[in-house]
């Protein structure tokens, strides 16, 4: 166990998320005597998994979480599935006591060989061994994807002594070059852009907003910038306000996304399309769309130094102005409807801006977010957890947040309820104030609407929980806040520096549906 300590902290990591299991003491008593490893616990595997996640998004390396026993692994495969999409590399470690009992149904063990499928290759290590007998962990991990380790134990298990004082911990591994032509995207900026082009931003890494932001001070052209791409405030003068609706009357004959696959309904809109040509600048690889478009991988400084100059293009189809009028009256509603979700959104988003890091949690709340919360203060650190699903996003939001004074999470109340073991995890973080806010809309209670008069479909669409978050608070320990009105939210200037809150947001009327 001393080489795979030793061999996984050389290539860079300096965490790992531990589920108790007896199997897996050997490997605890090695990590136990590593002292430049951080060792996290939790005794619930897919809240391991997601809040392993969690530190992979916050710190930019791989992040080890080890499965609590054979079938656990099983647990952890939504947030497997999460890290893919987003090319996260967070890795699995599961441990075979023995090789003899898969397939055969033996207590606590399964067949643990591509588990993951697609979404994580398998890699096995027999140990004991040498380090450098070890497989090319750097090499394993430079591309970004989660990655399964299936450790196989020979012998009687002993850790395996050996001395940590001159292990340091790697390095990141050094991303590939990108990947794709430029040619393409080259030529339509400088030539064929006037006819229409918009830049959507999805989610950006922090070192990805700079290389954004110049392209979109260059161009000049109609922005959609997410709340993930933490630009949305930087760029206003550009931002096009309720782009799906807009976009979809008048959609531009180009569109050149950077960053993440955006989550807009626009985006959506845009596998019926194809008039409108898309390209793409992405980390992750995936186009976003079932049709035919243009991608270039890699990291989005690298890819801007390549393109070089770009042109001064600007608002060709005249969307900025049309964008303003939308605005206008959205203002006017907001202050007509204090009380709304939409407004409670933005008055949120005000109190949110300061702190360290915010995080959002369901597609409501994003979509209400990119809407109308406040663009005047810039957020330094914002991540959307909902794209690939509900689950984890407390737990996520946890390891995102280890690190903050102050962080702040927007969430469903379904959200919330599929993540409720994940406040098991505060007690081990260092102090700071983390506010979970939730926006109770009573379980869905837009699919009310899907559901127009039959009482049976309400029951299966909108299901109300089953908990009030007030009680979910107490079993946390939090402190709790009912927040009706923008007034209400000014107790948040009282609470404690080192405090867990629970915001129980609850809006009245039924405005934007």
Not at 327 to 353: C, F, I, K, Q
Not at 382 to 399: E, K
Not at 420 to 428: C, F, G, S, T
Request: hydrophobic share 45%.
């Amino acid at each position: 166990m001393f080489s795979l300590v030793s061999c996984t902290a050389m290539a860079g990591v300096a965490e790992w998320v531990c589920c108790p299991g007896l199997h897996n003491a050997a490997l605890y008593e090695a990590l136990a005597d590593c002292p430049i490893i951080h060792r996290w616990t939790s005794s619930d595997d897919r809240s391991a998994a997601y809040f392993a996640l969690g530190r992979v998004q916050a710190t930019a390396r791989p992040v080890i979480v080890v499965a609590g026993s054979g079938a656990a692994a099983a647990a952890m495969y939504p947030a497997v599935v999460d890290a893919y999409y987003h090319r996260r590399p967070l890795v699995v470690l599961t441990i075979d006591d023995t090789m003899d009992t898969g397939g055969t149904g033996a207590p606590m063990s399964m067949e643990q060989e591509g588990i993951f499928g697609s979404f994580a290759p398998t890699v096995e290590l027999n140990l004991p061994c040498a380090v450098s007998d070890l497989p090319d962990m750097p090499g394993l991990l430079a591309e970004g994807f989660p990655l399964h380790l299936r450790v196989r134990m020979e012998g009687d298990g002993s850790p395996g002594r050996g001395d940590f004082s001159a292990l340091e911990i790697g390095d990141i591994p050094t991303p590939p070059p990108f990947r794709g032509s430029l040619v393409a995207l080259s030529q339509m900026l400088r030539f064929r852009a006037i006819e229409g082009l918009v830049l959507m931003l999805g989610a950006l890494e922090p070192t990805e907003q700079e290389p954004a932001l110049w392209l979109a001070q260059t161009l000049r052209v109609p922005v959609v910038a997410e709340a993930a791409s933490g630009l949305r405030e930087e760029l206003a003068g550009l931002l096009l306000h309720h782009a799906d609706e807009l976009l979809m009357q008048y959609p531009p004959r180009y569109v050149l996304r950077v960053g993440d696959v955006p989550t807009g309904r626009f985006w959506q809109a845009l596998e019926q399309l194809p008039q409108t040509e898309v390209f793409s600048i992405t980390r992750t690889g995936f186009s976003g769309l079932c049709r035919k478009s243009t991608v270039i991988e890699g990291e989005a400084e690298q890819i801007m130094k390549s393109l070089g100059d770009v042109p001064h293009i600007g608002d060709t189809e005249r969307l900025l102005p049309r964008s303003r009028h939308a605005a206008g009256r959205s203002e006017e509603r907001l202050l007509a409807s204090p009380e709304s979700a939409e407004a409670l959104v933005r008055a949120v988003s005000v109190h949110a801006a300061l702190a360290d890091v915010i995080c959002l949690g369901s597609s409501t709340v994003t979509e209400l977010w990119n809407r109308y919360a406040q663009n005047h203060v810039p957020t330094l650190y914002l991540r959307d957890l909902h794209t690939t699903g509900a689950d984890g996003v407390i737990s996520a939001f946890l390891g995102n947040a280890a690190d903050a004074t102050t962080a702040f999470c927007l969430v469903g109340d379904l959200t919330l309820l599929r993540d409720i073991n994940a406040a098991a995890l505060v007690p081990q973080l260092p102090p700071g104030k983390r506010i979970i806010a939730v926006l109770n809309n009573e379980g869905a209670r837009g699919a009310a609407y899907a559901a127009g008069g039959d009482p049976e479909l309400h029951r299966l669409l909108v299901q109300p929980p089953e908990f009030e978050p007030e009680n979910i608070a107490r079993l946390w320990g939090a402190e709790y806040y009912r927040i009706r009105s923008e007034a209400d939210l000014e107790v948040l200037e009282t609470v404690d520096e080192s405090a867990l809150v629970l915001l129980d947001i609850i809006p009245e009327g039924d405005w934007g549906r």
